[in-house]
Every structure is written in C-alpha cells, then in structure tokens.
C-alpha cells in the first residue's frame, strides 16, 4: 500500500520561501509519479508541479511555474521510500492552501491513486 505523509507547512510572511516535503513509501515498481496539489478555501484543488522516476522533466502549472519547483529529495533513494520536496518561493497571501502530494505507479502526470492527507500553508504578514 502506498502511503504518502506531508511535511513543512506553517506560518509564513508574504515573500518568504518554504519547502514542502513528500515521505512517499509503499511502491512496488521502480516507476511512479508524484505531484503536488493544492485546494484553498471555496476553490478548486489545483495541479502545481508532477514528477516522474523516468527522468523525464518535470511538468508544472503555467500559472505558477516560477515560483514552484518539485525535485527528488535524493537520486540514490531506493524508490521503495523516496522524498519528492516542493520548493516555494516568494510566497504571496493567495498561496495559502492546504498543500497535497499524490502518487501513481502507472499512468503519468497528474496522478491521483493515493493521497497524502495535506499539510497547512498560511501566508500572512
């Protein structure tokens, strides 16, 4: 069973930068992909950046590419447990979510076989 567990949130000032952690364990393959979504209150969850274990470049959403990056937290990790990490920066009052990482282990971007269960990101001065 694959099981995917947040890290990182907290309480930022506008500006400021945070990375995201993504503990992924339980895959049975060495593919995957992972992706980190994220749903504000009364909005829809939205796609930011995917990853996939084939090397390939990343995908990101066009409206936030440049202020998002995905990237393994390690290229020597077994992919029976890996950490995909999201980097955010200049964050802006409007980045405020609850942050999710979702995984897939066929398919490719976006997946959504399994869920983390979120972690909170507040951006407030």
């Known amino acids: 069973q694959v099981q995917l567990v947040e890290s990182g949130g907290g309480l930022v000032q506008p500006g400021e930068s945070l990375r995201l952690s993504c503990a992924a364990s339980g895959f049975h393959s060495s593919y995957y992909a992972v992706a980190w979504y994220r749903q504000a209150p009364g909005k829809k969850r939205e796609g930011i950046a995917c990853?996939?274990?084939?090397?390939?470049?990343?995908?990101?959403?066009?409206?936030l590419q440049g202020r998002f990056a995905i990237s393994r937290a390690s290229a020597k990790e077994n992919y029976k447990n890996i950490t995909v990490n999201l980097h955010a920066s200049d964050l802006k009052p409007e980045d405020t979510a609850i942050y999710y990482c979702?995984?897939?282990?066929?398919?490719?971007?976006?997946?959504?076989?399994?869920w983390g269960q979120g972690t909170q990101v507040t951006v407030s001065s």
């Open positions: 990853i996939k274990s084939d090397g390939t470049a990343p995908y990101y959403s066009h409206v």
């Open positions: 979702a995984a897939a282990t066929v398919g490719g971007c976006w997946p959504d076989d399994y």
